[in-house]
Each structure stands twice: as C-alpha cells, then as structure tokens.
C-alpha cells in the first residue's frame, strides 16, 4: 500500500476509533497523516517505511500539541521534536497521533487524564491499564501496528498486558529521553508497543542508539532487529518464586503454566530462581520516582509556558499556587508532594537515602541471578487481568500495587517485555520477559519464538 | 581587641567560555533579552543538560591555582526552588560531592603580614536568569541570556579577620582567576560575585559566633564597607548583652547600609538530591595531571621572580604583578633592552595611567623602549619623555625619535644656545646672583631650572649646569 492509501486507512480507523468512544487519541488530523505520507513517500525505502506510529502525548512533536494529557499543558506546542521522533521518521514512519495517558505518566490505569479515561478496546468497562494506556488500546484495537509509551515502572508492559499486545521496554539508556517530558528521569524509558514482537522489534530498533543530547544514552551502536529463534534450546529461563505468589490471579497463573509448557516445548531449561528484595520495589519506586518528579515538575510553574494563573494578592507565590493548583491534578499533585516530602531536610536519608540503597540491593538481586547462568527471566506481568474502571481510583496503595511485577526490573533498568499468552474470561494475560542489561536482542528474539507456539486469543483453564 | 572579627566569603565567578554550562546557547554579556536560549536554557519540557567540557576544564585550572584537590569523581545536584529566573526550578550545582576541595590561598593581610586562607570547596553550577523591574512599568520581566551561564562558586573557611582582610584576599584571588585565564572576574558584567559570612567572638574563644550573611555586594569596596557595617552593628549588641540573630542581609551601596532580608525570604530547603540526567563527573588523573602542568606562571611566582630576576624592590614587582597584562607588557619592555628599574618605573608610571584609563597599551613595549632609549642618550629630557609618550600614545604608527622632533622636543645641548640662555637668565636675576656668589650654592637649581623655563623645555640640563659653572667659577 502507498504511503497516501496508508494515511488514508489509518484516518478511516482513527474515526472509527474515536467514534468507539475509545478515547485513545489526545490530537491527530488527516491533514498532519497526509502530510507525513507526502514526507515518507519523498524518500521512500526506510526500514519502517510508510508504517503508521502513534506517539504518547509525554513526547514532544512540532506538529501537534504536547499535553501530557495535563490542563497545565494544554495547547502547549514544542518548538523541537523529540530524538525519537526524529529518528522514526528518518526510517520512514509517519507520526499517526498522540495518544492520552496517565497525567504526567502517573497512574495504571489512564483513569488519570485531564481529558478522559481511556477504554479498554475489549470491555468499554474496563481499563487499558497505564499510563501508556491511549498508545496500548490504539494498536490493540487495530488501528495502528505499533505505538510509542512511555515506562518509568511498567507504563507500557502493564497496558500491553491487559490489552493483549507486545509492549517492550528497552535497556535504559538505549532510546533518548530528550524530548520525553521528565517523570523519573532515573526510570524514564521510551518503549514500545506492537502486534508482534517483530513489529515492536523494528520501532525499537530505529530509535534506538546513543545520542548527543542525552548524556544517559550508553555508547553504543543502535540495536538491530534479531533474527527469531526457532526454538529456546540452550536458554535457562529463571522463573523468580517472589514473582508467583498464591495468591496471584487464577487465570493468570494458568495462562503461566501454559507459557511455561510452551517454553519448554521448545527446549528451554526452566529455572526455579530468587529476588528476594523485589517485593521492597513498589515502596522504592514510590519514594525515588516521586522525588524525581517534583524537581521535574516544577518547571511547569506558569511564568514561560502553559496556561497562567494568577491568584489572590496577586504575588509571584499567589501565580504558582493558583497555576499548579489548578493545572495538576490530584495524582500528580500527590506524587508531587511526596517526593517533596522523601528529599526535605531530615528526611531525606530515612526515605531517599534508604530507597537509594534498596534499589541498589534489588538491582544486585537480578545481576546475580544472571551471573549464575540464567539468560532470561520470565514472571506474569500483571497480578491480574485489565480490572474495571472506578475500581482502584480511590485507593491508590492499591492501584500502584497493579505494578508490583514490573517495578523491580525499571528499579534495575533492565529491558523487559510483555507477551500476550492467553485470555482468561475474554481478557488479555501477558507473560514478562526480563533480560540482563543490554541483552535486549536476546530477550526479543526468545519472544518471538515463543509467540509463535502460544495462543495468545486463546482463553486458559 | 575586645572583639574578633570571623569573616568567611562565597564567590562565584563566571567561567570563561564562549557557550553556557549545559548547551550551546552563547555567554557573550550585553545581547539583547531573551536571544541566547534553547530548549535546555529556557528549561522546555523534554529538554537536556549536556555539560560543556571547557567549562569543567576552567574550573579544575581555577581549582588547581587555589591549592584544590580536584576530586575523580564528583556529583551534579540538584538544588530545589522556585523563582521566575529559574526555568527548571532547580539549578545544577554541586552539593555533597564538589570537584574539588581543601586548597589554600596566600595573600598580604593589611593587618597580619602574609596569612593563609583555607578553600573549603569549588563546585561548579549553572547561573539563573536576571529579573528586570524598570523595563515595564509595575511589571517584571525575565531575561533568560544568563540562564545556564557556567559558574564556578569559592568557598573559604572563616580565615579573615578584618573586612580590609576580606578585601585584600578578594584581590588575590581575582588576581588568581584571571592569571589562570579561568574568569575575567568583572564585578561590572557580574562575572565575580560576593556572599559574605560574618560573625564576631571574644579573642580566644573556639567556638565560632552567630553569623550573618551579607548579600548583594557588588564591588571590593562594598565587601569592606559593608562588613564593617555589619562589624559594628554585632559589636553593638554584643555590647549591649544583646543575642545576634542569624540573619541574610542586603548591601545598599546607596546608603552604605544593610538592609535584613524577611525571614520568609531565606527560609529555604533546598532539597539537593544527585541529578539523574547528569552521570558523576569522572576525571582521569592524567587528565588532572595535565591540566596542573598546563597552567601559568601564578601571581606569587611571577612576583617573586621579576624581585629575583630583575632585582626589583618588592613593591614594585607587587604592583607589576597586579595585573597579568602590565607583568607581561613590562617584560616586554625589559627584553627590549630596557634596565628593568627604569622599565618598571615607566610601567608604573605613565603606561599605568593609560592601562586604567583604556584597559590596554597604545605604545608597544618596542617603542616605549626607544623613548627610553632617546632620554638615556640625552635626546629628549625625562620631563619631555612624557609628553612624548603621550603623543605617542595618540599616534599608533609614530616613532619616538620623530614625535619628539615634530613636538620640538628634542634636547638642544649645542654650548651657543645654552650659553645664551644663561646669560639672559643672570641678567635677568642679578639679586639670586649675588647671594650665589655669597655661598648659597643651592641656587644652582634654580639657575637650571629658569634655563629650562626659558628653552620651553628644550635644553639640556646637563649641559645647563656645566655652562653655569662655568660663568660662576
């Protein structure tokens, strides 16, 4: 298909999408579609030539507002693309739309939006999990191959997870931050959801690669896509017993049981390991995550940028109250003010200094599981499967504990995915795959041979 | 001394790079608002810091000439809060980890002789921007063109015991900065700047007073006058039984008073915690290693040569030594076959005069070296030497021997001339000629001195006196 019939197509979808009420999108037009297809089809042969990629609205573009799906951005345009961005184009894509999100990437569920709560594409009761929510539903409702998240503790291996699709989150250090707007600069990942693990593979990939602008990009050459594997001979896979607690979600444990059936199938060793401080990770990442994104966010202070307002008596401090006040939102608001809490002056070592050393201590847990002759390691990805809207907001212990199997490896900056290996009541189950540092290639290539043999529609006993 | 005072500064000084601290964006002082910024400066969301080398090199140069240890690995913090001149509401600097630390620096106390001073620390960090309150009437604007300008801030131990000690070691250590090509040190262009600590104790007593911190000070001068303001109010309540508070103060150079800053206005925590876009700050030793070896001859080196070398009186290789340019021009001037007093005596005189008014040398050492050359062979007397100089400082292209004709300023030593001169001068003095010829030989100057009066300058005063001892003998 030419690069004009796939803008085309992808608008036609784009509609229906937004028709289906699935609230995906945050800004698309077919004007911005036809005019990347016009750009690609002027050099053409890119490796991601003419394929439609939508962007999470945390990623800054010329062409289209970057909100962060926040009031204090609205209508907020950057005046540079992100690296990216930039990159993906240069292999050809063409940016398909920004998606909504969790406000600021905060939340699991994309209930946290200044603009709406994202449907999940299978159960409009639903949600897509978070905070890559928006770019989750759009590829799993079909409407384009492949989409850019965000992660900094699961944002996009949780969403993939329940919506069914592959979300991949790379070495940190291996894609740019510059031009994803700051949540935990120290977790901050671009990553990527697909159909397939090949599709996920190629985005990767084009992004992928040191970068001038981002002094955590590790020097190295950019990734290339790995050939699949036939089959999982020669792998010892780890399956970490902190990761399969009894009381995990029965479907998701049998949707386990099958992959794990699968894996050996294909002649893979299968492994009983431990990380005994990864059960210490989501209290970690709640303190190191807020800390940094109070400093993050307190740029958006309403003197340069954004929409201002200004309080009573007038003053500097009355602009700042009145601005963030009512610009963030009531999650934001609190991580901002737990982070302020975690690094204040007599503090700072009992909640910042200890979550330092803890993340050092589960970081060491995963180097010497690896050390000891595992290659990968494979865990559930969510305790559950995608839960319905409404039912965790109030209670946000509970939403942040949706993230308990994906925190330690972001914690550890590994690469991990998410592969759909099953349903269990109509609903999607993904299974996690975790890599040593770097060794992202191998962890995609052990994916794809494994998609091929589980059957991820499938509902599990 | 009922009282001792304990004075310890904080200076930072703008390093001396063509780009800021953490992008491309230029330093040049004076654009007009809001033009040197990018994504990164402006602190837009999504954007970067990436350090600037040259800037991490100026600051481990200024941290070796201070006696520093320039530590392997040091640490980008953040420090946290709002303001409008701060884009990303926190600046990067150093906290827990700085580049370096524990120098030392020696300076001439006005009071004490030569003392050393500790160096605490020197870190690095970004500047903020500068709010402007006079542009728009009862508006404040923001100018971004400093945001990011790479700083290096000093530390000192409270080593200084007089506000004229604060001053003397706030010389050396500019002196320090600008020969180590680290900073020009403008107070004018806020490329130096002073936070002052001050507290007072009875003599003898260990531990350290309440100290006050005394801010907004903008030149040498208002560093002394405004901690010997600060001095005498603390001795006041000392005196009184009072309790000191610990307060943050404002210079006004106006009324040469302090002013207390609300107590709401300090009241900061600033929340540093290490910066995650920023690795630590790795240094090789040989990396360090190279950076000692490439550093100039420092003030108290040069100083102490040009007394060895040259055989100067130590004022005199003090006062050449003050300033980088006037130690290098009057070694220019000696190489070109000046004899070094003479030479020093020129650059502190007149070459000095023109280096304070004009900041540079408008005659070169080559030809400073003739005129000398023209009064040592009796060409030009000294007092015309000076006007010749100042000619010549008009007239780039101008030889000394060709202003010195064109001025008509060349000696007339020919006996005719002189020995008419005289003799309009005896006559015209027949009273002081009488008590000469009574034995007051004192007389004799001047007899010289109407000679020169009546030749404009011109004649030979040598040759004067010889003709008038010979009419007198």
């Avoid at chain 1, 911005?32 to 050099?43: F, G, P, Q």
Wanted: hydrophobic share 40%; net charge neutral; proline share 7%.
């Amino acid at each position: 298909m030419s690069a004009p019939a796939v803008a085309a197509a992808t608008g036609a979808r784009l509609v229906a999408a937004e028709a289906s009420s699935l609230n995906a999108t945050l800004h698309w037009s077919q004007a911005l579609l036809d005019a990347e297809a016009r750009r690609v089809e002027a050099s053409p042969g890119g490796p991601l030539h003419a394929v439609p990629v939508a962007i999470k609205d945390n990623i800054v573009t010329t062409d289209a507002p970057t909100t962060c799906a926040s009031r204090i951005l609205e209508g907020y345009v950057s005046p540079y693309d992100a690296t990216a961005v930039t990159r993906l184009r240069s292999a050809g894509a063409m940016i398909a739309a920004k998606t909504n999100m969790d406000e600021f990437a905060m939340g699991s569920s994309t209930e946290h939006s200044a603009f709406g709560r994202v449907q999940h594409p299978l159960d409009p009761s639903r949600v897509p999990g978070g905070s890559s929510g928006g770019s989750a539903a759009l590829v799993a409702a079909g409407v384009v191959p492949a989409a850019l998240g965000s992660e900094t503790g699961g944002s996009v291996r949780q969403p993939a997870s329940f919506c069914g699709v592959v979300g991949v989150k790379p070495s940190y250090g291996r894609v740019s931050r510059f031009g994803l707007v700051a949540f935990g600069s120290s977790l901050d990942c671009i990553s990527v959801f697909g159909r397939t693990v090949d599709d996920a593979s190629k985005v990767l990939a084009a992004m992928s690669g040191h970068d001038p602008l981002d002094r955590t990009t590790l020097e190295r050459p950019a990734m290339v896509p790995p050939a699949p594997r036939r089959d999982l001979s020669g792998l010892r896979i780890g399956l970490p017993r902190e990761y399969f607690p009894a009381d995990l979600h029965p479907g998701v444990a049998a949707a386990m049981e099958r992959t794990k059936t699968a894996a050996r199938e294909l002649g893979a060793e299968l492994v009983d390991v431990s990380l005994p401080n990864s059960p210490y990770a989501v209290p970690t990442y709640y303190i190191v995550a807020p800390a940094e994104a109070a400093a993050n966010l307190a740029r958006f202070d309403g003197v340069r940028y954004g929409p201002r307002k200004v309080g009573p008596g007038g003053d500097i401090r009355a602009l700042y109250q009145a601005t963030r006040g009512h610009g963030f939102g009531p999650e934001v608001q609190r991580r901002i003010l737990v982070g302020t809490y975690v690094l204040s002056a007599g503090y700072y070592d009992a909640y910042y200094g200890k979550a330092q050393r803890m993340r050092a201590r589960i970081a060491e847990d995963f180097r010497r599981v690896f050390a000891g002759g595992v290659d990968l390691l494979l865990t559930p990805t969510t305790p559950t499967p995608a839960f319905r809207a409404g039912e965790k907001t109030e209670d946000p212990v509970s939403m942040y504990l949706a993230d308990i199997f994906v925190c330690a490896i972001s914690l550890a900056g590994l690469p991990a995915l998410s592969l759909p290996v099953g349903r269990t009541e109509g609903l999607p189950v993904g299974a996690q795959l975790i890599a040593p540092l770097l060794e992202d290639e191998r962890m995609l290539a052990a994916a794809a041979a494994l998609e091929r043999v589980v059957a991820a529609e499938a509902e599990v006993r | 001394m009922r009282w001792e005072t304990v004075i310890g500064l904080e200076v930072h000084v703008q390093l001396r790079t063509r780009t800021k601290m953490f992008c491309g964006c230029r330093t040049t002082f004076g654009d007009p608002p809001n033009t040197n910024v990018c994504p990164t400066c402006l602190g837009l969301p999504g954007a970067l810091p990436m350090p600037n080398a040259e800037a991490i090199r100026l600051a481990a140069r200024g941290a070796i000439a201070l006696g520093c240890s320039v530590h392997p690995t040091s640490v980008f913090a953040r420090k946290n809060y709002f303001y409008p001149d701060l884009p990303k509401g926190y600046q990067i600097s150093q906290f827990d980890r700085p580049l370096a630390t524990a120098g030392r620096v020696a300076f001439e106390s006005p009071e004490r002789g030569r003392v050393e001073v500790g160096i605490t620390r020197l870190h690095l960090e970004e500047d903020a921007g500068k709010l402007v309150h006079d542009r728009f009437p009862g508006k404040t604007a923001i100018d971004l063109n400093r945001a990011g300008t790479p700083l290096a801030e000093i530390v000192s131990e409270p080593d200084l015991r007089s506000p004229a000690e604060a001053r003397a070691y706030l010389t050396t250590l500019r002196q320090i900065l600008v020969y180590a090509g680290v900073s020009d040190c403008s107070m004018e262009q806020g490329s130096l700047r002073v936070d002052a600590n001050i507290s007072i104790r009875r003599p003898g007593d260990p531990k350290l007073g309440t100290k006050a911190e005394v801010k907004n000070l903008n030149s040498f001068a208002n560093v002394e006058r405004a901690l010997e303001a600060e001095r005498e109010r603390q001795v006041d309540r000392a005196e009184r039984g009072e309790r000191i508070a610990q307060v943050t103060l404002l210079y006004d150079a106006g009324t040469g008073q302090v002013r207390e800053l609300r107590s709401k206005e300090e009241s900061h925590d600033y929340r540093y915690f290490p910066d995650p876009d920023l690795p630590p700050l790795v240094l090789a030793s040989e990396w360090i290693a190279e950076q000692r070896a490439g550093l100039p001859e420092l003030p108290e080196a040069r100083r102490a040569r040009l007394e060895v070398a040259y055989g100067l009186p130590a004022y005199d290789a003090r006062v050449l030594t003050s300033e980088i340019a006037l130690a290098e021009y009057f070694e220019s001037v000696v190489s070109a076959g000046v004899e070094a007093k003479t030479a020093a005596n020129w650059v502190m005189g007149d070459v000095m005069t023109t280096f304070n008014e004009s900041g540079g040398f408008p005659v070169e050492a080559g030809r400073l070296a003739g005129l000398v050359t023209l009064v040592r062979d009796g060409v030009v007397s000294h007092q015309a030497a000076k006007r010749v100089y100042a000619e010549l400082a008009q007239h780039p292209g101008e030889e000394p021997k060709g202003a010195a004709e064109r001025l008509g300023l060349v000696q007339v030593s020919d006996q005719g001339a002189l020995t008419g001169w005289v003799e309009q001068v005896l006559a015209a003095h027949p009273a002081e000629v009488a008590r000469f010829r009574g034995g007051e030989t004192k007389l004799m100057g001047f007899f010289v001195g109407q000679v020169m009066k009546r030749s404009q300058g011109k004649a030979d005063p040598k040759g004067v006196q010889r003709v008038l001892q010979e009419k007198f003998g």
